[in-house]
Structures are given as structure tokens and as C-alpha cells.
């Protein structure tokens, strides 16, 4: 199983970035998926989730919502997170993660398995 996060990079704030998380190794419809960060001395924490298949169901942390977008394509295997209005406090590394079930929760331990993340770094 591998999940490859990609498109991290360096944005002044109030800028936009779009993440992208290409899965092999499992049925990736029968996955709901989510995206967490981590910054330097913090723990991991949620940011969004998107139940399986459709992905009609999603779920975000209040600090990143009505700025980011989760959204996921199961032709090709590949959640993405949409960032828009990028503050210097959503700098951090993500990492997108799969969990088997319909509805995933908000906590990285009931995630099964996770990516190697990108890094997300946002100037004032």
C-alpha cells in the first residue's frame, strides 16, 4: 500500500494550495481518507475527511473551514485537498491517510494507513 502526497511548497498568505494524494495497493473506494498536518513541536492534527466511495460525506476542523476543500476521484485514485486563504498557522507537514470504513473519524489512530507527507510552509 502506498499513499503519495504531493504539492507542498512555499505560499505568502492569503495564497493557494492544492494537495494531492495518489493511493495504490488498496480498493481506494472502499477507503474514507482525511488529511492531517503536523507543525514543528505540535501534535498531528486533524484537518478534513471524506467518507468513502462518493465521498458525500465531509468532515473539517474548525480552523480550516470554509477555506479548504477535500474532494476525491476514484478513477484515479487520488483524494485532494483544495487550500485557498492560506494563513501562516496552516503551515505544517501533511499527510493524507486511508481508513476502512465509511466515515472516517478525526483521530489519526483509527486511520490504517498514511502517507509519507508534504510540506506546507506559509509566509506573513
Known amino acids: 500500500v502506498q499513499l503519495q502526497a504531493s504539492g507542498g511548497g512555499l505560499v505568502q498568505a492569503g495564497g493557494s494550495l492544492r494537495l494531492s494524494c495518489a493511493v495504490s495497493?488498496?480498493?481506494?473506494?472502499?477507503?474514507?481518507m482525511g488529511w492531517f498536518r503536523q507543525a514543528p513541536g505540535k501534535e498531528r492534527e486533524f484537518v478534513t475527511s471524506i467518507s468513502w466511495s462518493g465521498g458525500i460525506d465531509t468532515s473539517y476542523a474548525d480552523s480550516v473551514k470554509g477555506r479548504f476543500t477535500i474532494s476525491r476521484d476514484n478513477a484515479k485514485n487520488t483524494v485532494y485537498l483544495q487550500m485557498n486563504s492560506l494563513k501562516p498557522e496552516d503551515t505544517g507537514v501533511y499527510y493524507c491517510?486511508?481508513?476502512?470504513?465509511?466515515?472516517?473519524?478525526?483521530?489519526?489512530?483509527?486511520?490504517?494507513?498514511w502517507g509519507q507527507g508534504t510540506q506546507v510552509t506559509v509566509s506573513s
Open positions: 495497493g488498496l480498493a481506494f473506494s472502499s477507503y474514507a
Open positions: 491517510a486511508a481508513d476502512r470504513v465509511v466515515v472516517a473519524g478525526r483521530s489519526y489512530r483509527e486511520y490504517d494507513y
